[in-house]
């Protein structure tokens, strides 16, 4: 039976009395209706508005693309919903009127009495906790590896599974945390963090669990202590891995059974947080060399995610420059010079994110002008100037060559091929750098070489 006008208009209706935009498309991706609340978001956006994208299909509107998402190297949420009969979900960067912004976009299949397939709602949630454009507060990117990361923090957040950033020193995983919490149903409620770096025993279980007046010496009141602070919120516990063993038992004991005692207390209280815990450190290996616990290891790696280096996601420099400027520096109107902003994406920063703010804090208390050029940048950088990445014009003996035209598949095959064979290749690092899924890069790995290809 098919689907009727009646009904596609009381679908209609159905959707514009629900708050989030959204829209009804056909199998070959034309919008057929949008909501009110789709009307209201996204009518000021150039061909946004709903008369006008009525009969278009959802990527020329969204991504402003000439063919589907999957075939311009994005996951298509309707694609996917199409082959699998369910809703799918995905992470895009929509066209707004506000400019690109990340979405969190759902496709739901619709059905007709006979059970077939007849149209898809497509639900656009707008992610508040980070920006695709300079921003002053909060997570900044776009890059693969950035938007890899965000789609795990926006799965997890609404959940009550214990959250493990790994990543190295300077990748922002508190303000990540914050980006969880945020996210998260527990969001009205404080956001407490814990740096367990040097923390002493008494330290320790003072500052977690608080303490009684008259526990010890100097304690002339009654304090509250961080796990009770967090109550009904989350609590970030930072550099995880620095904790010795004898409080590692310690948390252990608390999050496996959920209470805790005030030092010098005879009550026992019961803690209402959630789990948020950081670190640069191989907790794996430490586990293997009997230097973190096996047991608080997998309390704490229920779901574990990985801040990108600057090294991973090198096409977010530039945009995390300019946000950086807009944070530390409050001088109305200044600027990066094309040069300064060439000069900070060619360059190594071991340090990442946390070098970088350094670096240009540092160049605007050295700057009287409006605009920040390379050579200041340079002046002022820890190392003269000298590490960026292409330094010279010289061409490494372990450069890829191609001496004469191939055809494009054997181009891809011999590049991959190349890629793989460099020290330290990963295809969890490689895939966001060459902007595809990791699923994408293992079948791409795994196809035979074209005939004649080498």
Not at 228 to 252: M, N, R, Y
Request: charged residues 25%; negative net charge; contains cysteine.
């Amino acid at each position: 039976m098919d689907y009727s006008a009646n009904q596609l208009q009381e679908l209609i209706s159905f959707l514009d009395g629900l708050p989030e935009p959204r829209i009804v498309m056909d199998a070959d991706y034309r919008i057929v209706a949008a909501n009110k609340a789709y009307r209201r978001e996204y009518a000021s956006s150039p061909g946004g508005g709903a008369a006008s994208i009525l009969g278009r299909r959802c990527y020329e509107v969204s991504h402003h693309f000439t063919v589907p998402c999957d075939q311009a190297g994005e996951s298509c949420p309707l694609k996917l919903s199409q082959e699998e009969g369910a809703s799918r979900r995905v992470l895009h960067l929509h066209h707004t009127p506000r400019g690109e912004e990340h979405v969190d976009v759902e496709t739901t299949p619709v059905r007709d009495e006979s059970g077939r397939i007849v149209y898809f709602v497509e639900t656009l949630r707008m992610v508040q906790q980070a920006s695709s454009r300079p921003a002053a507060q909060g997570l900044v990117g776009r890059s693969a590896a950035f938007q890899q990361m965000l789609e795990k923090v926006l799965r997890v957040a609404p959940a009550q599974a214990t959250v493990l950033l790994l990543g190295e020193t300077g990748t922002g995983k508190e303000l990540v945390a914050r980006a969880v919490h945020e996210a998260s149903g527990r969001r009205d409620a404080p956001f407490v963090a814990v740096d367990c770096t040097g923390l002493t025993e008494n330290l320790f279980e003072s500052e977690l669990f608080g303490h009684e007046k008259g526990a010890f010496t100097g304690a002339a009141f009654r304090k509250l202590g961080l796990v009770e602070s967090a109550s009904g919120g989350t609590l970030f516990l930072d550099e995880i891995g620095e904790l010795p063993p004898s409080l590692q038992v310690k948390l252990l004991r608390l999050l496996e059974t959920g209470t805790y005692r005030r030092v010098g207390g005879v009550d026992t209280l019961r803690a209402d947080f959630r789990l948020v815990a950081a670190t640069h450190r191989d907790l794996a290996a430490m586990v293997r060399s009997e230097r973190f616990r096996r047991d608080l290891y997998y309390r704490l790696n229920t779901f574990p995610i990985h801040t990108p280096s600057l090294a991973e996601r090198r096409d977010d420099i530039p945009l995390l420059a300019l946000s950086l400027l807009e944070r530390v520096d409050h001088r109305p109107g200044r600027h990066f010079s094309a040069d300064a902003l060439a000069w900070l994406a060619e360059r190594t920063w071991e340090g990442n994110i946390r070098e970088l703010r350094n670096l240009i804090e540092r160049a605007t208390l050295m700057s009287d002008g409006d605009e920040i050029g390379a050579a200041r940048l340079a002046e002022v950088a820890d190392d003269g100037g000298s590490s960026p990445v292409a330094s010279s014009g010289a061409v490494a003996d372990t450069a890829f060559r191609v001496d004469t035209p191939v055809p494009l598949e054997e181009l891809e095959s011999r590049y991959l091929a190349w890629l793989m064979a460099r020290p330290g290749a990963e295809v969890r690092l490689l895939a966001p750098r060459l902007g595809i899924s990791e699923r994408t890069l293992y079948r791409k790995l795994r196809r035979p070489p074209p005939p004649g290809g080498a």
